[in-house]
């Protein structure tokens, strides 16, 4: 690495070749995997069905892709899974933060936030599902709530750690309320809250399809893997588990990261 | 004295708020408005919890569901630890095993129970899979960047007082690493604690907590549900408060590594 590094004024067949070897080396880890999956799944061992060879995944995957079923599967799931995050979003933002800011907020709020938490979010499904029936609302409700926790927690912390000669010196250059709020404890507190907000994510996403499957959702890609078991479409379950594997790689390197670089490093607030 | 002040005001209204909060549920409770079946009163979930505990059927439940829970996390910690120091000592095994990590990773666990229900059966095989899934990757993750991150200096430095490959790994890599390798056990309990409750819903066999709040459902039990649900909010807080932390003071706190892990 650290050769390439230097010669890349000198010589850039060197750096493209050391690219390739990196994707070489990325892709080939996959191929010894996929390599076993094929003679696993031509050797027979299991039933066709149950272990289907990767090219009838890979065929299924196209013809789902193509009939448009799983693109609506795929686009409920992340309909739900913005739906149920944003009001997460909203209401643990503001409970944290008014916890961060009030002392008696925090003296009432959290006992009870702490009741709650160390429940499997998952454990909570029925009683939402008795409470507001099977469907949409419930999933989205309960994928709510249960990413609720961390981001409540971590924007508490993170208005608490905000320096406190910061505020005093603001206030002692004349900032209102607003002004300080807005001006010293967002940007102080971001850190704390985009880490909610990223926990608080993969939270949501973790149990969405566990939801999707007991909620009895009309479309969704856990409701596609659910369902197709009992028609024993391997194939089409294991095009499912890609989709949710994309999707979720997709969402840590494309959303969090990106919010993370614009705002948290823009305002320099990771290396203080 | 406005210190000690303070912070009984505090625990003042944080029970009143909890005692209000219980108020205000046994009203909506009481009130009429709702089906009693769907929102029990709190003395009815007490002794529904209380028959349960009493007859036994709670602690078999809860039995099953730490069985499955330390089956699946004892085979996450067997597996995970040994490959994430791997991946962190050799750069060969960390070229193979990191991409497909990346790649399994971001899967959610309940993903896998309608296929593994299929090759496995519905039972103690599928869930306890799904708990070592779910709790193989924080174990993983967290010993490899816990090893990758100590101190070279420490290295060198036993290194140069002539500890050999042995000396070294117990006596510098491992304490050096604990803060990591603990943070990384008790994510992977809190994951397997949270899927084996899913499994055992998703992938429902006779018994565990899981399966007795799913199979409530069914019959409108909602003062089952809630009691086991306290029954798993409670076991989850003790693994955590009490086993955890007693582990933490036990290796890291008494190697004198949690500063370091800190600063």
Known sequence: MQDAVTTITADRGAVLAERWRLVARTLFPFIVVGAIWEVIAWAGVFPRRLFPPLEEVAASFVHLTMTGILPRHAIETILRLLTGFALAGVVGVTIGVLMGRSRRAEDILLPLVSIGAPIPGLAYAPLFLLWFGLGNVSSVLLVGFVSAFPIIFNSWTGVKAVKEIWVRSAQAMGADDRRLFRHVILPGALPYILTGLRLGLAQAWRILVAVEMLAAVPWGLGWLIFGARKFLNTDAMLAGIVVIAVIGLALEKLVFQKIENYTVVRWGMISS | ?263
Do not use: C
């Open chain 2, 1 to 263: 004295m406005t210190e000690t002040g303070q912070s009984r005001r505090s625990l003042v209204r944080g029970t009143l708020a909890v005692l209000g909060a219980a108020a205000v549920y046994e009203a909506m409770a009481r009130s009429g408005y709702f089906a009693p079946a769907l929102l029990p009163t709190l003395p009815t979930i007490g002794r529904t919890l209380v028959a349960m505990l009493a007859d036994g059927s709670m602690l078999e439940h809860a039995a099953f569901t730490l069985y499955r829970v330390m089956f699946g996390f004892g085979l996450a910690i067997v597996v995970g630890l040994p490959l994430g120091i791997l991946m962190a000592r050799f750069q060969r095994v960390e070229n193979f095993f990191l991409p497909l990590v990346s790649a399994l990773m971001p899967i959610p666990s309940f993903a896998l129970v309608p296929l593994f229900m299929l090759w496995f059966g519905i039972g103690n095989l599928t869930t306890i899979l799904i708990v070592f899934y779910a709790a193989t990757f924080p174990m993983m993750f967290n010993t490899w960047s816990g090893v990758r991150s100590v101190n070279p200096l420490w290295l060198r430095a036993a290194g140069a007082m002539g500890a050999d490959e042995h000396k070294l790994f117990w006596k510098v890599i491992i304490p050096g690493a604990s803060p990591f390798i603990i943070t990384g056990m008790r994510q992977a309990f809190l994951r397997s604690w949270i899927a084996v409750v899913g499994a055992e819903m998703i992938a429902a066999s006779d018994w565990g907590l899981g399966w007795v709040i799913f199979d409530a459902k069914e019959f409108l039990n909602t003062d089952i549900m809630l009691a086991s649900l306290i029954v798993i909010g409670l076991i989850g807080f003790a693994f955590e408060r009490f086993i955890f932390g007693s582990l933490e003071r036990m290796t890291v706190l008494r190697w004198g590594m949690m500063r370091t892990a800190k600063g």
